[in-house]
Structures are given as structure tokens and as C-alpha cells.
């Protein structure tokens, strides 16, 4: 009997590795993605915990990345996509490079659906699987000073409910999960170690990741992990959008780590 395959992406580092790692337990086969080399260091770790490991090293912000990723499956059935790939960027949007800022978009919406529509459809036909996606707390609150990043996250947050009623008992589920500030390498990517946020107390990336592997298995719709990111993001349900627009820059804003 082969065992299940699940498809991860962003394997490398964070949150994504740490996923990878719990399906790796968990008894999944795993294909996995990221777009530098350390994607490679990061399967033998799989495949110690007993993963027939497949990698793709591809930018998945390229249509390209994602077909490359998408015939390593070569046909094989998949039983877990686990969309996890995705960065941020830090400054004031005029003063970001915008082909940095479409890279953000394109990484963490255009990409994913893109990988979510090739995998989705497999799915489907076969009745069974499921999906979980990467979203974030981020994506309740306008992000001053990280406004494309959180977009993105609004975008996905919101995609991943409508495809999860889309889907509803066709076999497969969607699951959402919606970190807080998580202790990952996503804050030196953004450039933003000189920010509040970026000097805060983060939660455990495996610890996260536990929390979503456990709602993509239970088939639930979403999740926040960590008790302070569920009153977060319940409170960011009623405030009003410019004290949240307000609130974000005092955590988001360059150099704000050094201010009171
Ligand atoms: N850390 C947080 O506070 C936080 C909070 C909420 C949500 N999230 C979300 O959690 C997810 C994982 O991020 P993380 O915090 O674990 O950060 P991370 O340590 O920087 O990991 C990001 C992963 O995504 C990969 N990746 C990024 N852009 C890619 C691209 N264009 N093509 C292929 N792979 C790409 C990276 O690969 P390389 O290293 O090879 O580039 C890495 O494996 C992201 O979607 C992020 O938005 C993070």
C-alpha cells in the first residue's frame, strides 16, 4: 500500500517546515517546494522521519514555479496540499519596490490559487482530500506600513471560506489557518527587524503548525493559533478600520522598535 502524498510548500523554513515535518510523522509521503536551496537540507530532516521525500526548488510566484511543482506530482494522487509559501514586505508602499510588492501578490494569491486550482480539481474528481492554506490574523486589519502583505492575507482568509462552501460534501475539505506574529525568518525577508513586531515575542512555529495540521485532519473551516491572536482578531472584528489602520502602524512602522 503506498502512503498518502502531501504537497507542501514553503518547506524550507517556519512555519511551512514544521508542517512538512508533522505530515512527515503523521506517516505522509511529501513533495515539497520552496525557492532557494535550503529546501534541500530541509527534506533530509523528511526523510529521517520516515518521508519519501520529492523536491522542487522554483520561484512559486511563476506560473512556471507552479507547473514545474505541479508535474513533479506526475499524475500521483494527492491527499493533503498543505499552501503554505508566502512572504511579506516592510516600508511605506511609495517607498516599496513595486516589483517587490507584485512579487508578494504574486507568491501569496496568483500562485496559490494557481496551485490550489491544478491540485483542487485532482481532488474533486477523486471525492476525497484536503486542503489547507496559510493565511493570517493580518488579513482582519488594514496593514499600514505592510499594506500589500495584508491584502494578500484578507485575499486568502476570504478565498479559502468561499472555496471551502464551494466544496461542500464533494470529499474534500479547506482549512484556513491564521497565525499571529509567529517566530519565522518572515520578519528578516520583510525587512522589518526594526519594527515593534519584529522585535516582539512570537509564538512557536511548531506549535502553529500544530494547530493547523490538527484542523486541516479534523477537516475544519479555520483556525488562529494562540489564545492572544483569537482575542486579537475577535477584537479586529469590531473596531473600526482606521483605530486598526492606526494600531498596525504603531506595530509596523520602520524603526518603530526603538519608539516607547
Ligand atoms: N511569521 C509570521 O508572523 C506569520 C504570521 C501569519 C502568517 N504567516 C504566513 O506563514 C507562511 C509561512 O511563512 P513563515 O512565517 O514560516 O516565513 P519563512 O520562514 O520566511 O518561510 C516562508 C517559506 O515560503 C517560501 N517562499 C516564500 N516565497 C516563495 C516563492 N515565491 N516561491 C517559493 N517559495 C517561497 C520560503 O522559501 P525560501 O526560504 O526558499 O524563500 C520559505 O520556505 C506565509 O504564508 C506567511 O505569510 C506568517
Known amino acids: 500500500m503506498s502512503k498518502p502524498l502531501a504537497i507542501v510548500t514553503g518547506a524550507s523554513s517556519g512555519i511551512g517546515l514544521e508542517l ?8 505522509f509521503d511529501l513533495l515539497v517546494a520552496a525557492d532557494r536551496s535550503e529546501i534541500h537540507t530541509a527534506a533530509e530532516r523528511f526523510r529521517r522521519l520516515g518521508a519519501e521525500t ?10 512556471d514555479g507552479v507547473d514545474q511543482l505541479w508535474a513533479k506530482a506526475a499524475g500521483r494522487p494527492i491527499d493533503a496540499l498543505l499552501a503554505n509559501a508566502g512572504h511579506g514586505l516592510g516600508h511605506g508602499f ?3 519596490d513595486f516589483d517587490e510588492a507584485r512579487h508578494v501578490i504574486e507568491t501569496n494569491i496568483t500562485g496559490t490559487i494557481y496551485l490550489v486550482h491544478l491540485v483542487g480539481r485532482q481532488m474533486r474528481a477523486r471525492g476525497t482530500g484536503r486542503i489547507l492554506l ?4 493580518a488579513g482582519f486589519m488594514p496593514g499600514t506600513y505592510q499594506a500589500v502583505y495584508n491584502g494578500t492575507k484578507a485575499f486568502i482568509d476570504s478565498f479559502s471560506f468561499a472555496l471551502r462552501a464551494e466544496l461542500d460534501g464533494s470529499g474534500v475539505t479547506v482549512t484556513c489557518l491564521m497565525p499571529g506574529a ?4 518572515f520578519f528578516e525577508r520583510a525587512d522589518m527587524l526594526d519594527t515593534k513586531v519584529g522585535q516582539s515575542d ?3 512555529p511548531a506549535m502553529v503548525a500544530r494547530v493547523g495540521h490538527d484542523a486541516m485532519m479534523r477537516g475544519d473551516g479555520d483556525v488562529v493559533s494562540g489564545w492572544r491572536n483569537k482575542i486579537q482578531s475577535a477584537l479586529a472584528n469590531v473596531t473600526p478600520a482606521g483605530m486598526l489602520a492606526e494600531q498596525h502602524r504603531k506595530m509596523a512602522e520602520p524603526g518603530s522598535a526603538d519608539r516607547k
Not at 512538512?20 to 506517516?27: K, L, M, N, Q, S
Not at 520529492?54 to 506560473?63: G, M, N, Q, S
Request: hydrophobic share 35%.
Open 20 to 27: 512538512a515535518a508533522i505530515c512527515a510523522e503523521d506517516g
Open 54 to 63: 520529492t523536491v522542487v526548488e522554483a520561484d512559486l510566484a511563476t506560473k
Open 94 to 96: 511609495l517607498d516599496q
Open 134 to 137: 496559510t493565511g493570517s490574523i
Open 182 to 185: 509567529t517566530e519565522t525568518e
Open 202 to 204: 512570537k509564538d512557536d
